[in-house]
């Protein structure tokens, strides 16, 4: 495999870096996709509304948001470690404060401060992925399996935590983060980074922002992220609220979203070099919209399960390969990473906040059917990407 290959050729530090950067992922994966799981019992603990549910799910792809931008901009003043360092940090204050009240304000900062320190390694983990790799898709689509395997671990340890200690099992589940978390910004600090990096080039440059191809690219992302926030987010809510399923199967369900997605990107990783990227999110934004348009109509136990593995196994490929697509930006322009992250994260944070508001209104069902839009312009986005690339052979 491509990515095995040019892991031989880093020096030593050079794999401790790539080492460190798959244990902080998993772990970021693990937080980023616990608030899903988390949800239902920190609403009943709090008695919150859908409308105040949904906003701290995007209170969280807020904080993701403005830190993608925040991660771009500080290393050229901080240096890059320090910048992560600092940013990963707050993940650790916003669980605390999590757990300790129900304050709707103080929450919603929580969720925010999640959100920055999920935004800020996803953006020191492309971008320096991408660098070390020289933009390997197979690279980066490992690097992000390995976020699938914290994410896909995430409801077994809320149903865990609950099962040892009560309703108050959210709590240690939110403790158990904070541990690992704490591990994460240790192994920040023992990284010997080339910090001359980001000082020979502009930081300040937007001149990427002139190309059609990547605006495309932002729109790809902006749509995909609709879909996965919103997906994530209310799984496990729409499942309960809908009567379908137990919360103990909906759980699994969360979970088994994510072995679909680990499993999606190590064969994204194994094959993306005998496909074009545009071949690749062709077959995926596809799939992924019909599957999930079948997920909202059955209500068998049966089909809504193999519809979650297999919506798992197309939604892995997209995001890593769009960032893929992007390679050329990520390593002329320091700021590219972060404008892109902010551009798709507009929709993580927009698209779950329409479903608790349309959920309130009509139905979690109803609520839910939105998201059928962002994928059918998903699909658009897509078309024009390869129209784009004809137009340049």
């Known amino acids: 495999m491509k990515t095995a290959s040019f892991y031989k050729d880093l020096s030593k530090d050079g794999r401790y870096i790539v080492k460190c950067m798959y244990y902080v992922f998993a772990v970021n994966g693990l937080y980023a996709m616990i608030m899903g ?69 103080l929450l919603l900062l929580s969720f925010f401060f999640t959100g920055i320190s999920r935004g800020s390694i996803s953006n020191f983990n492309n971008a320096t992925m991408s660098e070390i790799s020289n933009s390997n898709s197979a690279a980066l689509s490992f690097m992000h399996a390995v976020f699938a395997i914290g994410a896909l671990i995430a409801p077994y340890v809320v149903v865990a935590s609950v099962s040892l200690i009560g ?112 071949q690749i999110l062709y077959v995926l934004s596809i799939v992924t919209t019909a599957l999930f348009i079948l997920l909202l109509s059955s209500r068998d136990v049966t089909v809504i399960t193999l519809t979650i593995f297999a919506l798992g196994l197309s939604l892995a490929g997209i995001y890593p390969t769009t960032v893929a697509a992007t390679g050329g930006f990520i390593k002329d322009y320091p700021m590219a990473m972060g404008i892109l992250l902010v551009l798709g994260g507009i929709g993580s944070i927009v698209m779950p906040i329409i479903t608790g508001a349309v959920a309130d209104q009509f139905g979690i069902l109803f609520g839910m059917a939105a998201i059928v839009f962002a994928l059918a312009l998903l699909i658009i986005s897509v078309f024009a990407y390869d129209m784009d690339t004809r137009n340049k052979i």
């Open 167 to 278: 309703s108050n099992g959210w709590r240690l589940a939110a403790i158990f983060i904070i541990v690992l978390t704490t591990i994460s910004v240790i192994l920040f600090t023992r990284m010997k980074l080339n910090e001359n990096v980001v000082k020979k080039k502009n930081p300040l440059s937007y001149d990427f922002m002139k190309k059609k191809t990547f605006w495309i690219l932002a729109s790809i992302l902006f749509f995909y992220l609709c879909a996965e926030a919103t997906i994530n987010g209310w799984l496990v809510m729409y499942f309960v609220d809908s009567g379908i399923f137990s919360i103990g199967y909906s759980q699994f369900l969360a979970s088994l979203l994510w072995i679909g997605i680990l499993v999606g990107r190590l064969t994204v990783s194994a094959i993306s070099h005998k496909f074009s990227n545009k």
């Open 37 to 105: 799981p988390l949800l239902p019992y920190i609403s009943e603990a709090y008695q919150l509304s859908n409308t105040v549910s949904g906003s701290l799910i995007s209170a969280h792809y807020t904080g993701n948001l403005l830190s993608s931008f925040i991660a771009s901009i500080l290393p050229a003043y901080l240096g890059r470690k320090n910048s992560v360092v600092f940013l990963s940090s707050f993940v650790i204050v916003g669980f605390l404060l999590m757990i300790l009240t129900g304050n709707p304000f």
